[in-house]
């Protein structure tokens, strides 16, 4: 079990759309439409932002957004603002009643 | 809404067992609806997913961590705790625990975190 491969980085402008992909195997990502997505700012505790690949959780804004393709899972911020700027982290069902983390994205707003 | 707090020690010897217990409210920790995890986050690093277990009793784990941890459950306090066993400095986290809805597998509500340092 391997964890997920994410951008060490992103960045983009206010405004701007962006997009953090989340890549997997067909054991984990390609498997199972489990994909979620956590937004953690320095020193907070994870906040869930999408769950089951492209679902929002109550209260999440609608610039968040998930998707996913082959192996592959990707999170688009549309209409970027400065309080976006976080770590972002995929994490998958891994079959067998297991999870796998990603390595995380750091976020940054220019 | 449910409220998690962890507690328990934040200094641990190596070669020592890290003890952790969660504390559920606003909810039954018996509900079918959910199951509790744990997650660590090493400084300035990445998420870990540990193991999680169901109210019955179930549990599930880190393939990697499996033949050290071992997370239990008591209904009758709302609880659930995590051991780790043989811990070196590499278990040095922030442990988080949370809870998932059943069929999810994404953790909705989380502790704030209680970091654990390993070390003599």
């Known amino acids: 079990q391997s964890a997920l491969t994410q951008p060490a980085s992103v960045s983009g402008s206010p405004g701007q759309s962006i997009t953090i992909s989340c890549t997997g195997t067909?054991?984990?990502?390609?498997?199972?439409?489990?994909v979620s997505w956590y937004q953690q700012h320095p020193g907070k505790v994870p906040k869930l932002m999408i769950y089951?690949?492209?679902k929002r959780p109550s209260g999440v804004s609608n610039r968040f957004s998930g998707s996913k393709s082959g192996n592959t899972a990707s999170l688009t911020i549309s209409g970027l603002q400065p309080e976006d700027e976080a770590d972002y982290y995929c994490?998958?069902?891994?079959?067998?009643?297991?999870?796998?983390f990603g390595g995380g994205t750091k976020l940054t707003v220019l | 809404q449910l409220q998690l707090q962890e507690s328990g020690p934040r200094l641990v010897k190596p070669s020592e067992t890290l003890s952790l217990t969660c504390t559920v409210s606003?909810?039954?920790?018996?509900?079918?609806?959910?199951?509790w995890g744990w997650i660590r986050q090493p400084p300035g690093k990445g998420l870990e997913w540990i193991g999680y277990?169901?109210?019955?009793?179930?549990?599930y784990y880190n393939p990697s961590l499996k033949s050290r941890v071992t997370i239990s459950v008591d209904t009758s306090k709302n609880q659930f705790s995590l051991k780790l066993s043989s811990v070196t400095a590499a278990d040095t986290a922030v442990y988080y625990c949370?809870?998932?809805?059943?069929?999810?597998?994404?953790?909705?509500?989380w502790g704030q975190g209680t970091l654990v340092t390993v070390s003599s």
């Open positions: 277990i169901y109210y019955s009793g179930s549990t």
């Open positions: 089951e690949g492209s």
């Open positions: 994490c998958s069902y891994a079959g067998s009643s297991t999870l796998v």
């Open positions: 067909s054991s984990d990502v390609g498997s199972y439409n489990l």
């Open positions: 606003g909810g039954p920790i018996s509900s079918s609806s959910y199951y």
């Open positions: 949370g809870s998932y809805l059943r069929g999810t597998y994404s953790f909705d509500y």
